[in-house]
């Protein structure tokens, strides 16, 4: 962002990275995959369940929740782990959310193996109603 800045109202002034650096103000760029992944929902409420399986979404979910309610007991506390391609990491971000969950008073009743293989059956209701 900063190079096109100034490529396009700091003509003539060479490499700003360089500049800046020699100020003692070096650029930096820190990208993780929390970053990179996509929270946005499809828009399917069919497919609800299936785009919480991993957890992250339902993390950020809650976060959300907690900041706009002022319900810190209902904000996940811990990393989330992203890419959550293992069904472990899946397991661990979902009991987080449901830990969230519990503490903030919303019974814990899903079992996580069940909600991380997607057995829409049991998971949309909690979702939804609690």
Excluded: W
């Excluded at 930096?28 to 990179?36: C, G, I, V």
């Excluded at 950020?60 to 007991?73: D, K, T, V």
């Excluded at 397991?91 to 829409?120: C, D, F, K």
Aim: aromatic share 6%.
């Amino acid at each position: 962002m900063a190079l096109e800045f100034s490529r396009g109202y700091l003509s003539g002034k060479g490499d700003i990275l360089k500049l800046l650096s020699a100020l003692g103000l070096p650029l930096t760029a820190n990208q993780t995959p929390a970053d990179e992944y996509v929270y946005l929902l499809s828009g399917d409420v069919n497919q609800l369940a299936a785009e919480m399986r991993d957890g992250a979404r339902l993390c950020r979910l809650l976060h959300a929740a907690a900041a706009r309610y002022s319900l810190a007991a209902l904000a996940p506390t811990g990393p989330v782990r992203l890419p959550a391609s293992s069904r472990l990491q899946r397991i661990h971000n979902v009991s987080m959310a449901l830990a969230a969950m519990a503490g903030a008073g919303a019974p814990r009743y899903i079992n996580l193996s069940m909600r991380v293989r997607v057995y829409h059956v049991n998971t949309f209701p909690y979702v939804i109603l609690n």
